[in-house]
């Protein structure tokens, strides 16, 4: 069973960054890992995704150009940047993972294609 934990949430201003992190306990060489997030009342949205394998990488249109995901694949951990912070990024952000065989690279964005998820970080945007 693998154990992912975000980390790296906070309050921050319009304008600011944020570097999420997704620490998983084990061997994700061969996974797809995704970042979503979710705001109450809302479907979960994909917004990122990366293969670690090749280090592919995935944005949705809403986001691209503001955000930066990233692996060390040394430390099994994957990392969201989020840069020009919005008030509607507001959300709580988790990270998913899932072995490559369970994910086609244009289906990143499927929730239900990812066997574990993380306990979410908070990201709140405000002035």
């Known amino acids: 069973q693998l154990r992912l934990v975000e980390s790296g949430g906070g309050l921050v201003q319009p304008g600011g960054s944020l570097r999420l992190s997704c620490a998983a306990s084990?061997?994700?060489?061969?996974?797809?890992v995704g970042w979503f997030r979710q705001v109450p009342g809302k479907e979960r949205e994909g917004v990122s995704c990366?293969?670690?394998?090749?280090?592919?990488?995935y944005y949705s249109d809403s986001v691209k150009g503001r955000l930066t995901i990233s692996r060390d694949s040394a430390k099994n951990t994957v990392y969201l940047q989020i840069n020009s912070l919005k008030l509607e990024d507001t959300a709580t952000y988790y990270c998913?993972?899932?072995?490559?065989?369970?994910?086609?690279?244009?289906?990143?964005?499927?929730?239900?294609?990812?066997?574990?998820w993380g306990q979410g970080t908070q990201v709140t945007v405000s002035s």
């Open positions: 990366i293969s670690n394998n090749d280090g592919s990488t």
């Open positions: 998913a993972a899932t072995p490559r065989f369970r994910l086609r690279g244009s289906n990143w964005f499927i929730e239900g294609r990812y066997q574990f």
């Open positions: 084990g061997f994700i060489m061969d996974y797809y």
